[in-house]
């Protein structure tokens, strides 16, 4: 029971670990401006749109996938407010649809998401629509402690002795800490950063290979650029586009085990640690013969956007592939109604109005 106890950790902790660390730089040299996409919101106020959001995690061991999350949910954005620095706006849950709820992972999330349905994220971007601050993140933070709570009621009811191996006022301490300042809840609303974290950025038209260390590992990085064509006469418009992104980084198996292993230590007891230390060697051991080059860390991500800027739709992917197995997480961003004022600007005066 405790090796399936420690599995399970362990999966939890590269779950985490496999990570925005290594997530690539999608910043790009700029060139020609005729030559350049800029990513610009031309938002106005009481601008809405609805969306949908797939997200799946799950894992590849030869011919057997095992899934330990998956849930839709719907959501709303809605612009407040308007001015010459920037944007006010909400983000408000709709629904939220748990599949396969028979894993640990994915009753600990229907848990907290269930607490936080009622919850209205506030939060501005600045004039060019790039995410900027989480007004009310201290109203959130204080849900989410009720749902760190709730969570941890889940895990420790559902699997027997979990409290020997990692004592809950640990586990409690850790979440806590996370959830306790503006990074950490903005961090928590990662749908916000795949909307409105590409806005303000200048993008060069084409295919682009890039080759890099800049996060410490061998990173191999495919963009391209261009605008998308007209498949819906009343849902697309000429002048729509779309940035999408492929990266390959290798990793040595000792660094991932490292990262996975050093964040699980400091929770777990003392008693487990010990057995931490040879699960750890033997993991080693076997991915040095399954990945002798290193761990792969691929990712994908497309982002498409309306040619006022306001997002369409986006997908990102991440595959961490271990050679013995493979993690993988998906998200799936979709439009699915959207009701805009006209954004007008005066030539003369350079100032902006609305009209519906």
Request: with cysteine.
């Amino acid at each position: 029971m405790k090796r399936s106890l420690l599995s399970f950790l362990l999966n939890l902790c590269l779950a985490s670990v496999a990570m925005t660390a290594w997530s690539q730089n999608l910043m790009l040299s700029q060139e020609e401006p005729e030559d350049e996409i800029a990513v610009v919101g031309y938002f106005c106020k009481n601008d809405t749109m609805t969306y949908r959001q797939t997200h799946n995690k799950y894992k590849i061991q030869g011919n057997d996938t095992t899934v330990s999350e998956s849930y839709v949910e719907e959501f709303m954005i809605v612009v407040t407010d308007s001015t010459s620095d920037g944007y006010k706006m909400k983000y408000i849950p709709l629904s939220f649809t748990l599949h396969d709820a028979d894993t640990v992972t994915s009753l600990m999330t229907n848990a907290m998401s269930q607490l936080m349905q009622s919850v209205v994220c506030e939060f501005t971007t600045d004039e060019m629509g790039l995410l900027k601050s989480i007004t009310n993140w201290r109203e959130i933070r204080d849900q989410l402690k009720k749902g760190v709570k709730v969570t941890c009621d889940t895990l420790y009811a559902t699997i027997p002795d979990m409290d020997s191996i990692m004592p809950r006022k640990s586990l409690e301490n850790i979440l806590l800490l996370h959830f306790s300042t503006e990074e950490g809840i903005r961090n928590s609303y990662e749908e916000l950063e795949n909307l409105f974290g590409l806005h303000g950025s200048t993008f060069n038209l084409g295919d682009k290979e890039v080759d890099t260390e800049e996060q410490g590992y061998p990173q191999h990085i495919s963009a391209r650029i261009g605008y998308t064509t007209i498949e819906d006469e009343e849902d697309d418009f000429d002048g729509d586009y779309a940035i999408s992104t492929l990266s390959t980084t290798t990793i040595p198996v000792e660094d991932v085990m490292d990262l996975g292993f050093g964040a699980l230590s400091m929770i777990v007891s003392d008693m487990a640690n010990d057995s931490l230390e040879a699960v750890r060697d033997q993991i080693v051991d076997s991915l040095k013969i399954a990945k002798p080059n290193g761990a792969e860390v691929i990712v994908k991500e497309y982002y498409g956007f309306f040619l006022n800027g306001w997002p369409k739709e986006c997908y990102y992917e991440k595959a961490v592939d271990l050679g013995i197995s493979q993690n993988i997480e998906t998200r799936y961003i979709e439009w699915i109604s959207r009701h805009w004022n006209i954004y007008i600007v005066d030539d003369k005066t350079n100032q902006q109005h609305t009209s519906k």
